[in-house]
C-alpha cells in the first residue's frame, strides 16, 4: 500500500500564502486519485480537492476553490496544495489522502473512498 507524508505547514500571516507537499512511497502515486482534506478543532473533517490519477482532471465541493488549488507530479510521487490569501479560518490539520481509481481522468469525488492517509500537517493563520 502507499504511504503518505504531508509537510509544508507552519505558521502563515493572513494574506500570505504556503505551499503543502504530500510525498508517496511504497507504491507509484499514479495508481491514486489524490485528495486534500483539513480539521479545524472542534470542526468536521473538510474535502478541499481532488485531483484524478493522471491530474488532468480536479474537483473541489469547497469555498477554498479561489484560493486554494492541488497539483500533481506523478513523476516525483508527489501532490501539492497551493494555499494563497490564507484567512484565520483556514488554520487547521491538513492531510493529503489517496483512493485507489481505475480511471486515469476522474477525480474522486467521494470522501469515504480515500483509504490512505497522511499523518497531517498543521497551518496556522495568524491575523
Known amino acids: 500500500q502507499v504511504q503518505l507524508v504531508e509537510s509544508g505547514g507552519g505558521l502563515a500571516q493572513a494574506g500570505g500564502s504556503l505551499t503543502l507537499s504530500c510525498a508517496a512511497s511504497?507504491?507509484?502515486?499514479?495508481?491514486?486519485?489524490m485528495g486534500w482534506f483539513r480539521q479545524a478543532p472542534g470542526k468536521e473533517r473538510e474535502f478541499l480537492w481532488a485531483?484524478?490519477?493522471?491530474?488532468?482532471?480536479?474537483y473541489s465541493p469547497s469555498s477554498v476553490k479561489g484560493r486554494f488549488t492541488i497539483s500533481r507530479d506523478n513523476a516525483k510521487n508527489t501532490v501539492a496544495l497551493q494555499m494563497n490569501s490564507l484567512e484565520p479560518e483556514d488554520t487547521a490539520v491538513y492531510y493529503c489522502?489517496?483512493?485507489?481509481?481505475?480511471?486515469?481522468?476522474?477525480?474522486?469525488?467521494?470522501?469515504?473512498?480515500?483509504?490512505?492517509w497522511g499523518q497531517g500537517t498543521q497551518v496556522t493563520v495568524s491575523s
Open positions: 489522502a489517496a483512493a485507489e481509481s481505475y480511471y486515469p481522468d476522474s477525480p474522486v469525488n467521494n470522501p469515504h473512498e480515500y483509504d490512505y
Open positions: 511504497g507504491r507509484p502515486l499514479s495508481r491514486y486519485a
Open positions: 485531483i484524478s490519477r493522471s491530474g488532468s482532471r480536479t
